[in-house]
C-alpha cells in the first residue's frame, strides 16, 4: 500500500516536498515513480528512481527543479520540489512495482509499468 502526503498550496517560486510511504513489502526491489494528472490532461510521469540501482530520472518540465530521494530505513519515497510553476499544479500520485520490469529508469516514466498506485496529493502553485 502507498499513501502519499505532504501536497498544499505554495506560491510560485516556493517549495514543497511531498512524501509516499509504503507498507508491506520492502521497496529495496522496486522502480518508484511520480505522476501528475489535471482534469482533462494525461497522466504525465514526473520523477523514477530505481531502487536496485539507484538510478534516477525526470520529465524535462522538471529536471533541475524535483529532486526523487528515497529513506530506506522508513521505506519512503519523496519528491522535493523548487522553484515551483503555477504549470506544475497537479494532483500527484506514486506508483511502484518490480524495477525487472522497465528496462531503463527512464521507462519507469511511463504509468504502465505500474500495478501499485497510491490516492494522490493535491499540490497547487498560486499567488
Known amino acids: 500500500q502507498l499513501v502519499e502526503s505532504g501536497g498544499g498550496l505554495v506560491q510560485p517560486g516556493g517549495s514543497l516536498r511531498i512524501s509516499c510511504a509504503a507498507s508491506?513489502?520492502?521497496?529495496?526491489?522496486?522502480?518508484i515513480a511520480w505522476f501528475r494528472q489535471v482534469p482533462g490532461k494525461e497522466r504525465e510521469g514526473v520523477a523514477c528512481?530505481?531502487?536496485?540501482?539507484?538510478?534516477?530520472a525526470y520529465a524535462d518540465s522538471v529536471k533541475g527543479r524535483f529532486t526523487i530521494s528515497r529513506d530506506n530505513g522508513a521505506n519512503t519515497v519523496y519528491l522535493e520540489m523548487n522553484n515551483l510553476k503555477p504549470e506544475d499544479t497537479a494532483v500527484y500520485y506514486c506508483?511502484?512495482?518490480?524495477?525487472?520490469?522497465?528496462?531503463?529508469?527512464?521507462?519507469?516514466?511511463?504509468?504502465?509499468?505500474?500495478?501499485?498506485w497510491g490516492q494522490g496529493t493535491q499540490v497547487t502553485v498560486s499567488s
Open positions: 528512481i530505481n531502487s536496485m540501482d539507484g538510478s534516477k
Open positions: 506508483a511502484a512495482d518490480s524495477a525487472a520490469k522497465i528496462i531503463t529508469v527512464i521507462a519507469g516514466l511511463r504509468d504502465r509499468y505500474y500495478d501499485n
Open positions: 508491506g513489502d520492502s521497496l529495496d526491489y522496486y522502480a
